[in-house]
């Protein structure tokens, strides 16, 4: 039973609009998200994350949103760019030393 | 900046062998991970490990074992390689709760 799901297995946007990737889950005991980017052939890399005591948090051109009554949440990016192409992962966290539990990933494509 | 290396990018291995797969982090982190990404399956958590000498089964243990005699390496071991083991093997680590993961590059390993 997946408990975090990313629905949309790619997206493709035009250079310099917006991209918005969606993550729903279903644990209500997660309390902390967080987003990976994975380039092909390289290890995840961490992009930004949220407690669930906040409902956003913002790193530059990045945003993510957390909705906790949805289970929902959605990372932002504007403008977006052709090096933003690559998979993004939303990941979960339960309280305590536990581990992710991850999204099967988006690919998204910035059309130049 | 946090390293986490792997020991190999590339290996190819025969059905039935023995595999080893290393992995160190240079930031005396207590958690230590394993994953396999494959396509449309995201990562899934093989073992993981928040101590020395400590490790508990993750999502996908089967045909897997892991060893962790030093705090900085923790290694994978494929008893007896077999093709659907095939798959990017992601090591990560962590400090600590609603720390944030880092992950190595990754080995692409296939099995013939």
């Known amino acids: 039973d997946q408990q975090v799901k990313q629905n949309s297995p790619s997206l493709s946007v035009q250079e310099g609009r917006i991209s918005i990737l969606n993550c729903d889950y279903t644990?209500?005991?997660?309390?902390?998200f967080l987003w990976y980017k994975k380039y092909p052939a390289e290890g995840p890399t961490f992009l930004i994350s949220?407690?669930?005591?906040?409902d956003k948090n913002e790193d530059g051109r990045f945003t993510v949103f957390l909705n906790k009554s949805a289970k929902h949440l959605s990372l932002h990016i504007v403008p977006s760019q052709p090096g933003d192409s690559a998979v993004y992962f939303c990941a979960a966290q339960s309280p305590g030393n536990t581990p992710l539990v991850f999204g099967k990933g988006t690919r998204l494509s910035v059309i130049a | 900046d946090v390293k986490v290396t792997q020991s190999s990018r590339y290996l190819v291995k025969r059905t039935g062998e023995k595999v080893f797969l290393e992995c160190v982090q240079d930031m005396d982190h207590e958690n230590m991970f394993w994953y396999r990404q494959d396509p449309g399956l995201g990562l899934r958590l093989i073992y993981f490990?928040?101590?020395?000498?400590?490790?508990e089964k993750g999502d996908i243990p089967e045909g897997y074992s892991v060893s962790r005699e030093k705090k900085e390496r923790f290694s994978l071991i494929l008893e007896s390689a077999s093709t659907n083991q095939t798959s990017m093997y992601l090591c990560?680590?962590?400090?600590?709760?609603?720390?944030?993961?880092?992950f190595g590059p990754g080995t692409r390993l296939t099995v013939l």
């Open positions: 990560a680590s962590s400090g600590g709760v609603s720390d944030t993961q880092y």
């Open positions: 490990s928040y101590d020395v000498k400590m490790k």
């Open positions: 949220i407690s669930s005591i906040k």
């Open positions: 644990n209500s005991m997660f309390d902390y």
